[in-house]
């Protein structure tokens, strides 16, 4: 009786363990996630965190913008959540997050246009998406975690996590 039940938790400690689509679980880090650099005149600002690291109380600072190697669009990532991007209008931005975060979107319209996007979940491909700043103003970027597991009946306690920048779009 006892080697059933010890048989039976590890197998329910495995499944709840292995829940998901084989995608980065929340709070891992992975080193495929391009590190912004900085150049250009678009601004990121980003938080600093309160004493744990949380960005939930930003106190924004000014860095240097972020590109990619295609040296005009910004980068942004994971751990830009919560900053913000300052752009000057017909400027781009990317974003690139893990395979298990949904498309991006950008609300209100009318300041943002999502120009492409490629993966996320439920691809298994990292989440790619580049927005064009079309007009003056302010808009959120958001995107949040999902797994299959969310999906399925008992569903996992996964937490899922947003994902936010503020883009701040100056006229030219």
């Known amino acids: 009786m006892h080697l059933r039940v010890l048989v039976g938790a590890a197998l329910l400690a495995v499944s709840v363990a292995g829940c998901g689509n084989g995608t980065t679980q929340p709070g891992a880090t992975q080193s495929s996630t391009p590190t912004p650099q900085g150049s250009g005149s678009a601004t990121l600002v980003t938080p600093q965190g309160t004493a744990s690291g949380s960005p939930s109380t930003p106190r924004p600072t000014t ?33 690139e997050l893990d395979a298990n975060y949904q498309p ?30 079309i007009a003056a103003g302010q808009a959120d970027v958001e995107s949040t975690t999902d797994y299959a597991c969310l999906h399925a009946t008992p569903r ?8 936010m920048v503020h883009v701040v779009v100056k006229a030219p």
Do not use: H, N
Request: net charge positive.
């Open 156 to 163: 996992c306690a996964l937490p899922q996590q947003l994902w």
């Open 63 to 95: 860095t240097p913008s972020p590109k990619s190697s295609t040296g005009s669009v910004r980068v942004v990532g994971r751990d830009d959540s919560g900053s913000t991007v300052e752009l000057k209008v017909g400027e781009s931005f990317r974003v």
């Open 104 to 133: 991006a979107t950008a609300r209100p319209d009318g300041v943002l246009e999502r120009t492409s996007e490629t993966g996320g979940y439920p691809t298994g491909q990292p989440m790619i998406a580049v927005f064009k700043a």
